[in-house]
Every structure is written in structure tokens, then in C-alpha cells.
């Protein structure tokens, strides 16, 4: 299970708070899409914060469906991949159904406080508030983040526009995901949830407390429309709300959602993700008089019903929220403790060098770092060594995100997969942790590294039956070998890689030429020697196939940092004869190319959750490889994968997942579709010394904008020091 409030957020996928994506695990330059923390469900509201560009290691993630597109946030959490219905999603929002009268009653079924995949949820019906959150954690102080790139929008659920980062802080979901528990819910707008056992269906009881901000009340009505209009604001949202056909009132304060499947246990959880929103404000006319339309984007403040509402904003350079003081779950046992700053100022630069010389200066209240370089270089400054800034590494526990280079199977050049086999032995993962990054990453070896999902040694049990099923559709490799990454420990270790890089592409088609290389710098009597022979141009060997085109391999960044951790790879894929370029743009234009699949390699980062489900679909799937807005940049189009995912979507037990999950991630590997990076179990953070937070911290996150806190004295003696 994976969605991402931003990017859709994990991230989500960004520092502050749930619905996972940020990067936690990222190591070095943020890839552009990720987001965020882990698979979080978008259920809870996203940090301000925005999601660091592709993580140096980490964890980019994909745009959420609905919400919460907020990037990922700092606590690791960004909007878990949506994934929608294999259909597109309608241009215009539909009508929600009138439901003045309740539907037929629908049959009882046990009620429930919580979901989890992974097992009975820790706390039990009537707890009072998580063990990870200081209950009389005092309110004020304004948090001062940093966001990368720029926005246009204030809907995060259209696919329409660049929505503001931190924009899932103003909306609840039916339910709220623990930053403690993977694949866990507990009840938010939704105060209990029903389901039979063959989860054909499942109904969500509304808490009559619940509130918009302008003080009206969560209905049925709200919710339905919430679902129906999200599902046409965007392809992720419909995909990955795909087997839900209906969505009706089923009593005063009910919903059942009724799916055309049956054995789906993630069904009821990703439903439990869905921000409702106020249908009411929806339908009405805006400011010039039109009827809104959640499908398309807007700059008008929206109304939620979450912790916080948007106070002012500066489009494409920043936006502050403020909590709301009556706040109507604030004294629910998912929200006690939580949420606590009055402000969340979040201010945009257009890369992270700006961004970093405001935090030192004390204008940013923290830094999630992403560059084990920096990390180890770039902290040596007097706040640091007088102690006003605490640098900190928390440990995390969560599976570590895929990261790697993605190949556009799109592109002719790499459908073959020796070829992409063959730039997995030319990256030199060792020489690039010694010389860039302080020997601080470990090699991402697994879709589901870290993790009891991640396949190992040769598949057995139920994992070889299930992968029997596929058996003439996939690799022989998968029943006879172990994959593994190739290892350079020494540089004749490197050199046999690279031969044996050579002979696959020779065995792909592609052979050695010599061509001319245009210098620019041969004037006219360099051409005149050259006319009469007694000069030559320089040449270099390329390949090339039957067709006389040139394995051209584009790498499309849109940061610095990642620019320099490419440009050795690329010197060593043109010694294979590789026509490898670096091409670096702009957030805008990287965001545009990726949307329209226009690139040939991109650094990408895939997180997962220990529940992995529904999203798989928009990761992996054929129906999604050519779908606007899914997360599918591999272009895969794979039976025996979309068999694979059938498998972990409907597994019915949790040996079964497990089983499903290691045939999913031995297909995916032996089929090269990516060159694995790295990840770094820690979340890296910088932040002056005017907080304080619970003496246990999540384990998924640090939940900095969650669960941390302004110490009035701790500010009033920083602002002593500094004179103000």
C-alpha cells in the first residue's frame, strides 16, 4: 500500500509529516519525483515542506492521487502513489449521488477503531493518544521551511497545475496512518469501519464532530463526492481507486464503498486514505461567478477540515499556514499532542544552494539533508560550533526505497535487456560511495530492500509456485541464479564488468564504429590541411546496430548535485562506446518532459511499504505505462508482471504477500529495468536549537512538523543571542 499526498508523497517525497514519500532514505541529490517517506497513506496531511528532488538516495515518490500532493515530508512522509482504475478519469468532476434517503441497510458487520495489514493495530479502542507524542505539547511559534521549485496551484488533486507543497495539512481523511505502524489506520473523520470477510465491500461510520473549517459538518454526501470527484481530477486517483464501482449512503452517518473484486485485505485502507473535501464549496461559484471545478487547477484558498488552513501565499515563492485553533479533532486520540506549531511558512528557491545559506542564517528553522557530501563538508559553520544548530542523524525503519536510473522503455534503444543489463555493469556504485559520497550508502539490491519482501537466494515453497505459473514469460535466470548487483571491490573487478559489458551490447546488435567528432575548434587552415591530407579529424568508437543508429543514453537531471554524481557514470558508458550525455533543466521543464515521457534516462525513486498492494499496479503495470500521470516511467508492459501484481494485490494472507512479493521483486530484477542506487537508513536533519519533541520518536520518521514543538525558552534565548 503506497500513496503519496505531493509528489504521488510517500511521499512524500520534503521533511514534514505524513503520507510518506520524502526522502528519507535519500542519499545525495533527491530525484525528481519522489517523494517522500515511505508508503504512508495519504490519510494524514502532508508538511509544508517540499520534497527534495531526487534523493541523493532515497525516496522521490509519485504525485498523489488525491489531496494531498504535497511534497514529501520531512517525517518521511509523502502521499503513497495513487492508484486508479484502469480507466481514464472523466474531464469533469461528476455529480455525487443525491443520497437524500439512506440506501437499502446494508448487512452488519464487527466495527473497528483501526485496520492494519500487518496485524492487530498497537493501540486498542479507547486509547487515549500515541506513545509517540507528548499529550500536553505546548501550541505557537511559526516553522520556517524550505521548498525546491515553484507552484500554481492550491488544488492538490487535479492533475492539472503544480500544487503547493504542504497542502494536505488542511485536509483530514476517513482515517489517519501511524508514522509508527506500517499499513496502519485509526479512525479520523471515519470513528469506526466495517468490512465482511471477503472484503467485497466496506462502510465508514462519519464522527458527527466532524467539521469544515467554516463549521459545517462531514456528511455521506461530502465524502461520496470527495471519492467521485478525485477519481475524475486525476488518472492516479481512478487507478488506484479502480475496483471501487460505487459509493453510496448506507445510513445517516454511513458510507459503503462496494468493489467489483473480492479477497482485496488494501481495499479498505486506501479508502481510509481519501481527503474528503466540501462538496458544497465545490459546487458553488467561485469569486468570478463559475461553478469551481475540482479537475482543474486554482489559486483560490480551498476550505478543509484538517489542522491547519491556508493563511497567505505568493504564488511560485511561498506559502504560510495557520493552525486552526478549534480544530475539531484536535482531542482525538489520532491527533492529541500533534500538530503543534501555530505557523508553517514554507518559501521556494529555485535549487538548494539559496535554500541552505537561509537556514544557516537563521531565516529556515531546519534542513533535511540529502547529499552525503555536504552532510559530511558543509556543516562546519558557527551555529554549529557554538551549538545553536544540532545536526542529527535518526535511524528509520522502513523498506528502503529503489531508487536507480530508469530507463525509458519507450525509446527502441532499450527494449532489449542485455542492454540494460549492460549499464547496471559499467556504474561503478563503489568508486562513487568512496570518492562522493563517504562510503555512507549501501547498494539498493531489492524493490523491497530492508525488508522481509525483498527475494533472496533461489525462490522455493510458494514463491517457486507462483513463479511456475509464469515460468515461459519470465527470464531463465529467475529459477537458476541469484541476482545480485554486480561488485567492483577492485579496479580489475571493474574492468571484468566492463568486458562483459562489451559482449552483451555486441550480442544486443550494437557494434564498435569509428566516427569523425566535430571539435568546433578546426578553423580554416585546420580545413584546408584536412582537404589535402595532411590532417585528420578526431574520431571516437560509437555504437551501433544493423540500422547504422547510435545507442544514445540521455540523462535527464534537473540538480547539480545529481549532475555530478552522473557525469563519471557517463564518462565510463563512452568508453563502452555508449553515447551518453547529461542534459540538466529546470524543475518546470523536467516536471513537462517526464509528464510527456520525453527522455531517455531519469533518476527515479519507487518507495514501498511493508503492505505493498494496489500501487504496484501504477509502478509496474501495462494498463499504466502509457497512462498521463502514473508512476510507471520504466514503460513496463509485462504480462507475467501484471500476473505478479495480481498475486500481491489479492494475497489473503500475509505468508502469501510475503511469497508474492519476493516472485514480483525476482521478475523486476531479472529483467534489468533499472540500474539500482543506493539508500541510507538514517534521515539526516540540521535544525537550531528552539525545539522540543517526545522522548520516543516514530520509528517510521522523525515527524519534525507532527510531533515536535516550539520551547519558548529555548527561542527567547536564541533570539537573545542573535539580538532580536
Known amino acids: 500500500m503506497h500513496l503519496r499526498l505531493d509528489a504521488p508523497a510517500a511521499c512524500l517525497a520534503a521533511l514534514l509529516c505524513l503520507t510518506m514519500a520524502t526522502a528519507t532514505f535519500a542519499q545525495e541529490p533527491a530525484s525528481p519525483s519522489v517523494q517522500a517517506e515511505q508508503p504512508v497513506p495519504v490519510a494524514d496531511p502532508a508538511a509544508p515542506t517540499a520534497a527534495p528532488p531526487a534523493n541523493e538516495a532515497s525516496e522521490p515518490a509519485s504525485p498523489p492521487p488525491a489531496a494531498a500532493e504535497a511534497p514529501a515530508t520531512p517525517d518521511g512522509q509523502t502521499a503513497a502513489p495513487a492508484e486508479a482504475a484502469q480507466q481514464e478519469a472523466q474531464p469533469t468532476a461528476p455529480e455525487a449521488p443525491a443520497a437524500e434517503a439512506p440506501a437499502a441497510a446494508v448487512e452488519q458487520h464487527p466495527r473497528h477503531h483501526a485496520l492494519s495489514l500487518m496485524g492487530d493495530p498497537a493501540f486498542p479502542e479507547g486509547f487515549s493518544h500515541f506513545d509517540w507524542v507528548n499529550p500536553d505539547a505546548p501550541k505557537g511559534g511559526t516553522l520556517r521551511a524550505f521548498a525546491q521549485g515553484s507552484f500554481d496551484s492550491l488544488n492538490p488533486f487535479s492533475v492539472k497545475g503544480d500544487p503547493a507543497g504542504g497542502l494536505g495539512l488542511i485536509y483530514d481523511s476517513l482515517m489517519s496512518s501511524s508514522p509508527d505502524e506500517p499499513s496502519t489506520e485509526y479512525g479520523l473523520i471515519a470513528e469506526w469501519v466495517s468490512y465482511p470477510p471477503d472484503f467485497s465491500s466496506v462502510t465508514f461510520g462519519i464522527n458527527p464532530k466532524a467539521r469544515f473549517h467554516d463549521g459545517t459538518p462531514v456528511t455521506p454526501e461530502d465524502v461520496i463526492f470527495s471519492f467521485e470527484g478525485q477519481k475524475a481530477a486525476h488518472p492516479r486517483s481512478a487507478f488506484y481507486y479502480k475496483n471501487v464501482v460505487k459509493a453510496e449512503k448506507t445510513g445517516d452517518n454511513e458510507v459503503t464503498f462496494t468493489f467489483d473484486v473480492t479477497g482485496n485485505r488494501e481495499l479498505p485502507l486506501i479508502l481510509g486514505q481519501l481527503n474528503v473535501v466540501p462538496k458544497a464549496f465545490w459546487e458553488a461559484a467561485g469569486p468570478d461567478g463559475e461553478k469551481r471545478d475540482i479537475t482543474k487547477s486554482t489559486l483560490e484558498m480551498p476550505v478543509g477540515s484538517g489542522p491547519y488552513r491556508i493563511k497567505s501565499f505568493d504564488p511560485g515563492r511561498g506559502i504560510t499556514f495557520e493552525r486552526v485553533k ?19 511558512k514554507l518559501t521556494y528557491f529555485l535549487d538548494r544552494t539559496p535554500g541552505f545559506e537561509e537556514f544557516k542564517s537563521g531565516k529556515i528553522d531546519y534542513w533535511q539533508e540529502t547529499t552525503a557530501s555536504q552532510w559530511a563538508t558543509g556543516y562546519d559553520f558557527p551555529a554549529i560550533r557554538n551549538g545553536q544548530v544540532k545536526k542529527e542523524a535518526i535511524p528509520v525503519r522502513r523498506v528502503a526505497p529503489m531508487q536507480s536510473f530508469v530507463f525509458n522503455q519507450r525509446r527502441k534503444q532499450f527494449q532489449d535487456p542485455r542492454v540494460r543489463q549492460a549499464f547496471n555493469l559499467a556504474f561503478n556504485f563503489e568508486e562513487a560511495n568512496k570518492k562522493l559520497f563517504y562510503d555512507s550508502y549501501v547498494r539498493v539490491g531489492s524493490f523491497f530492500d530492508n525488508s522481509e519482501l525483498a527475494a533472496k537466494g533461489l525462490p522455493e515453497g510458494r514463491e517457486l509456485e507462483i513463479l511456475q505459473e509464469v515460468k515461459d514469460e519470465v527470464p531463465p535466470e529467475v529459477f537458476t541464479t541469484e541476482w545480485k548487483n554486480p561488485v567492483n571491490k577492485t579496479p580489475e573487478d571493474f574492468r571484468n564488468n566492463m568486458r562483459e559489458a562489451s559482449k552483451l551490447l555486441q550480442e544486443a546488435g550494437w557494434k564498435l564504429q569509428e566516427v569523425e567528432v566535430d ?10 590541411m584536412r582537404s589535402v591530407g595532411l590532417s585528420s579529424a578526431n574520431t571516437t568508437n560509437h555504437l551501433r546496430n544493423d540500422k547504422g543508429e547510435t545507442l544514445n543514453a540521455e540523462f535527464l537531471v534537473q540538480s547539480p548535485d545529481f549532475q555530478k554524481i552522473v557525469l563519471p557514470y557517463v564518462q565510463d558508458l563512452k568508453k563502452l562506446g555508449i553515447n551518453a550525455s547529461i542534459r540538466m533543466v529546470d524543475s518546470a521543464q523536467y516536471k513537462r518532459r517526464e509528464d510527456s515521457r520525453d527522455y531517455d534516462v531519469i533518476i527515479d525513486n519507487f518507495a514501498q511499504s511493508e503492505s505493498p498492494g494496489n500501487e504496484q499496479r501504477d509502478f509496474w503495470g501495462s494498463a499504466a505505462a502509457d497512462r498521463e500521470g ?16 495480481d498475486k500481491v494485490v489479492f494475497a489473503t494472507t500475509r505468508e502469501e504477500l510475503v511469497a508474492a512479493t519476493h516472485a514480483l521483486d525476482r521478475v523486476l530484477l531479472w529483467n534489468h529495468y533499472v540500474v539500482p542506487q543506493w539508500h541510507y537508513p538514517y534521515e539526516r536533519i540540521a535544525y537550531w536549537d528552539i525545539f522540543g519533541r517526545p522522548d520516543k520518536l516514530p520509528s517510521q520518521t522523525s515527524s519534525l512538523s507532527r510531533v515536535w514543538w516550539m520551547d519558548a525558552d529555548k527561542q527567547k534565548a536564541l533570539n537573545a543571542v542573535q539580538g532580536r
Request: net charge negative; aromatic share 14%; glycine share 8%.
Open 326 to 344: 478549534d480544530y475539531w479533532a484536535q482531542d482525538l486520540p489520532v491527533a492529541k499532542g500533534q500538530w503543534n506549531f501555530d505557523e508553517f
Open 519 to 528: 571539435d568546433g575548434e578546426c578553423g580554416t587552415f585546420c580545413s584546408i
Open 630 to 645: 502514473s508512476t510507471n516511467t520504466a514503460g513496463i508492459r509485462n504480462p507475467a508482471i501484471d500476473k505478479l501484481i
